[in-house]
C-alpha cells in the first residue's frame, strides 16, 4: 500500500502540469506544421532529451533532430516563417511548395493558427526551427506552444539543445564553437564511462546496445560536423575515446576468458591429480592380497 501511495505520488509530481519533466528531459505540448510539406496538426509534442529534439505530431511519424542539424531557430513571424524563393536551390527541391509559397495565405486547407504565425507581430511562444532532416534536406517546423507561460523554458531547451541562441544561425566552414564542442566530447565521455563501468563488472551482454549507441553516436556527430572549420580537432578527439572504450570492453572480455579458461584447466589437472590418486591407492589396495 505504502509503495502504491510513493508511485502515486511520483507520478503526481512528474507529470503535473503540461510541461512533463524526464529527469534531464523536458516535454512541450501544442501544435506544430512542417511548413515546406504542408504538413500540420493541432497535437504534437516536442521532447527534449539527451540533446536530441524529437518533434512528436499526433498520428504521424516522429522528427528527431540533432543539434548540429539546427541551422537556427527563431520567434515565428512573416519573415521568418517564409523561403527566399530567389534562390534556384529551393526551386529545383521544392518546385510546387516554393511556387506561391510566401503566399500560402491564400492557400485553401491551411489552418489558422499556421496563418496566425505569418503576423507581423511577433509573439513569444510560435518557434520556427530551420533544420537539415535525415536525408539532407532543408526543412522549416513550426511550434506554437498552447501554454504561452512555457515560451521562455522551450526557448532555453532550443538554447541549451542546439548552443545557439535566438536567432542565431550555424554557418557552414565557420568555427565550431567552444560550447558546442564541449558539449559533444562531454556526451562521448559520459557513454564511454558508462560502456567502461559495464565492462569492468563484466556485464557484456549489456555493454553491446552501448557500444553500439556510441559508434553510432560518433559516426553521425563527425558527419555532422564536417561541414565546420578545423572539425578534425574535435572528431578525432571523440574518435580516440570512444576507440579507447570498446579496446577496454574487448581486452577485458578476452582477459576474462583466458582467466576462466585458466581457472577451468587448473580446475580440471586438480581433479585428474585427484583421480589419480585415487586409482594408486586402489591399485596399491589389491597388490597387497
Known amino acids: 500500500m505504502r509503495y502504491k501511495i510513493f508511485a502515486a505520488l511520483t507520478f503526481l509530481i512528474v507529470f503535473s502540469g503540461s510541461n512533463a519533466t524526464f529527469a534531464r528531459s523536458q516535454l512541450y505540448q501544442g501544435k506544430c506544421g512542417f ?5 500540420f ?7 527534449f532529451s539527451k540533446g536530441i529534439l524529437t518533434l512528436m505530431p499526433s498520428g504521424g511519424p516522429q522528427e528527431r ?6 541551422e537556427s531557430y527563431s520567434l515565428s513571424s512573416e519573415e521568418t516563417i517564409k523561403v527566399n ?3 534556384d536551390k529551393w526551386q529545383k527541391l521544392f518546385p510546387e511548395q516554393t511556387r506561391g509559397f510566401l503566399f500560402f495565405k491564400k492557400k485553401t486547407g491551411i489552418p489558422k493558427w499556421v496563418v496566425d504565425a505569418t503576423s507581423k507581430k511577433v509573439t513569444q511562444h510560435k ?13 522549416k517546423a513550426l511550434f ?16 541549451k539543445t542546439t548552443s545557439l541562441y535566438l536567432g542565431q544561425k550555424r554557418v557552414p566552414g565557420g568555427p565550431l564553437s567552444p560550447a558546442f564542442s564541449r558539449k559533444i566530447t562531454r556526451e562521448v565521455e559520459r557513454k564511454s564511462e558508462r560502456l567502461t563501468g559495464l565492462c569492468a563488472a563484466g556485464m557484456y551482454e549489456d555493454s553491446l546496445p552501448i557500444i553500439s549507441e556510441l559508434n553510432s553516436y560518433v559516426d553521425n556527430t563527425i558527419n555532422e560536423i564536417s561541414i565546420f572549420e578545423n572539425y578534425e580537432i574535435v572528431a578525432d578527439k571523440i574518435e580516440g575515446d570512444a576507440n579507447v572504450a570498446v579496446a577496454f ?3 577485458k572480455k578476452v582477459q576474462d576468458i583466458a582467466d576462466a579458461k585458466e581457472a577451468e584447466r587448473i580446475a580440471r589437472e586438480a581433479k585428474i591429480e585427484e583421480e589419480k590418486e585415487k586409482r594408486i591407492s586402489a591399485f596399491e589396495m589389491l597388490s597387497s592380497y
Open 41 to 47: 496538426t493541432d497535437r504534437c509534442s516536442a521532447l
Open 249 to 251: 570492453c574487448e581486452n
Open 85 to 87: 524563393e530567389d534562390i
Open 144 to 159: 506554437v506552444l498552447n501554454d504561452e507561460g512555457q515560451a521562455a523554458s522551450m526557448q532555453l531547451s532550443l538554447r
Open 65 to 70: 533532430i540533432y543539434p548540429t542539424q539546427v
Open 127 to 139: 518557434f520556427i526551427i530551420n533544420y537539415i532532416d535525415s536525408n539532407l534536406l532543408p526543412r
Open 35 to 39: 511548413l515546406l510539406s504542408n504538413s
